[in-house]
């Protein structure tokens, strides 16, 4: 694996302007008119840039930098560079790995060992793109062509989860990456992978990639909901596997909490009758983000209050079945919290009428 060293420190400089498809966000500001001096262009230049700084100290007047301070501050920014020029090196010959053609006529050890090194290269890559500008030049590199169109897809159930858990590092809190993601077509491969993918680890990493690509994304929402994604998150948290499920119901609550428009949709998808079954299942862990996401649906939204009063659902007396069975375990207080608010949103109001006004 790669040093995070070198990543995980880079000194905060000023580089070359990215180019058009896939910046790593937000760029900084214009030094024209401003009164600011130019951001230097070489070493030679920060570091007169620094010595300039240090010497505009009014009172009282700075010592002269020692000529060992000076080649330590030169090394250290020279050593920041290297650093920096290695790492895209280290990329580049990931995706070197990545571009070649499977061996077309190879025995089975042959092929295993192909399959390992490239597992090794999209290893690699996740762990250097956990750095904002390098998830930034693997975009520039085309290297998310190369995950989307080709890994996401892979025979290997270990090529397909680690090309979606790049997707997703590469994308977190990054517009201008998920933009281009969600451009190449990768959400609705994302959808498929958690929906029908026979591997749990590819389902789960999936869905971490759609996470990334739909929070705080108006974009990557509202392809969401063109694919139908909240019924493939529904069906994500019928399965067996527990993290699918807490994550799965963990997502939902967050997209209600950040987008109450959509509460409708839900609705009218009968998700309130879907979470209740889902309560009603053998009692464990996962049903807290269940009745979390529940809460987050009825919360200033009578219609989903009503459709929790309907009768046939009996949600009255689980929910004060549940909260007699977490008295007193401190380890499902905010399940209980959850049981109680319920309680009082939807069962404390004499009528719809008073809810509606």
């Not at 040093?3 to 058009?20: E, F, T, V």
């Not at 100290?57 to 002269?64: G, N, S």
């Not at 920041?80 to 089975?108: D, I, Y």
């Not at 090309?163 to 959808?191: D, F, H, M, P, Y």
């Amino acid at each position: 694996m790669a040093d995070k060293g070198s990543g995980g420190s880079r000194l905060p400089l000023a580089l070359p302007p990215a180019s058009q498809g896939c910046s790593s966000g937000g760029s900084g500001s214009s030094a024209g008119g401003s009164g600011n001096p130019r951001p230097p262009r070489n070493l030679q230049g920060l570091l007169q840039m620094a010595i300039t700084a240090g010497s505009e100290e009014p009172d009282p007047p700075p010592e002269p930098m020692s000529e060992e301070r000076r080649q330590w501050l030169q090394e250290a920014m020279s050593a920041a560079f290297r650093g920096q020029r290695e790492e895209v090196e280290q990329m580049k010959n990931c995706l070197r790995v990545l571009s070649q053609p499977a061996p077309p006529t190879a025995g089975e050890a042959e092929l295993a060992s192909d399959q390992q090194e490239r597992e090794g290269a999209l290893e690699l890559l996740a762990d250097l793109c956990e750095n904002m500008d390098n998830a930034a030049d693997f975009c520039q590199l085309s290297g998310m062509h190369l995950l989307v169109g080709r890994y996401l897809e892979a025979a290997a159930a270990g090529l397909r989860w680690r090309a979606a858990q790049l997707i997703g590092t590469c994308s977190q809190n990054v517009a201008a990456i998920q933009e281009q993601v969600l451009g190449l077509g990768a959400l609705r491969k994302l959808l498929r992978l958690l929906d029908r993918d026979a591997c749990d680890t590819v389902r789960v990493k999936a869905l971490f990639a759609i996470s990334c690509l739909v929070r705080e994304q108006e974009a990557g929402l509202l392809q969401f909901l063109r694919l139908d994604g909240f019924s493939v998150l529904m069906r994500a948290m019928q399965q067996q596997v527990q993290k699918l499920k807490v994550k799965s119901a963990f997502l939902l609550q967050n997209l209600l909490v950040g987008h109450p428009e959509h509460k409708g949709t839900l609705c009218s998808m009968g998700m309130v009758q879907q979470l209740v079954a889902l309560v009603r299942t053998e009692h464990s862990p996962f049903h807290e983000h269940v009745l979390g996401a529940l809460c987050s649906l009825v919360t200033d939204f009578p219609q989903g209050v009503r459709e929790c009063r309907e009768p046939e659902l009996g949600l009255e007396e689980l929910l004060r079945h549940r909260c007699q069975l977490l008295q007193q375990r401190e380890e499902f207080q905010e399940e209980l919290e959850f049981c109680e608010k319920l309680l009082q949103t939807c069962f404390s109001s004499p009528t719809d009428d008073s809810m509606d006004r």
